[in-house]
């Protein structure tokens, strides 16, 4: 059993595991971080950023919160994307959600949490403007589409936010992609939701949302 007391010793180990291996390679990420990617997740402890993708420190920046859901108002959310975006110069943005994610399967159910009901409501709002989608697929279907559904929203929001319009307008390269995890094999999907003007957004929307029920029936 892990205790609180172990994540200092396994810091340590790994600290000085990664000064052996790399000589110098703490003195050269103080200097600056410049990461390609932003990676917004789920915080659930099982999907965890760099793991997946092999990236190192220095190389992704993560927001991460319940069911990863980007709402127009969250000025935490639109605050990380926007120095991701005109700081960091990001070119890639990945909304990345799993399958069998609580805050979506308690969405899709109206399983009462607490507070995060308020959270939980915005994929509600999701699944009430797919309902007809989702109520045509197999019950046991349901669960994994809402997450794609909800992943495929969040891109729209990212993408129609005044971070994109204002960097698309600029002419700044930035793609925004719609992923989902595997919990159970470990393995990511691209729901082919990618997304690099204003432009781009309705066809990659009609496509992918062809590609959620193709997946599904
Ligand atoms: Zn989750």
Known sequence: MTTIHDLFSHNRAWAAQMEKDRPGFFTSLV???????MWI???????PANQITGLEPGEVFVHRNVANVVVHS???ALSAIQFAVDMLKVQHIMVVGHYGCGGVM???NNQRVGLADNWIRHIQDVRDRHWDMLEALPEAHRGDALVDLNVIEQVVNISVST????AWAKGQKVTIHGWTFGVHDGLLQDLHMSVASHDGIAPAYRAAME???????
């Not at 997740?41 to 999907?47: A, E, I, T």
């Not at 971070?163 to 204002?166: I, L």
């Open 31 to 37: 200097k600056q971080q410049t990461p390609k990617f």
């Open 211 to 217: 590609g959620v029920v193709a997946a599904r029936r």
């Open 41 to 47: 997740g789920c915080s659930d402890s099982r999907v």
């Open 163 to 166: 971070v994109m319009t204002d």
């Open 74 to 76: 969250d000025l935490n």
């Open 106 to 108: 308690a969405a899709l």
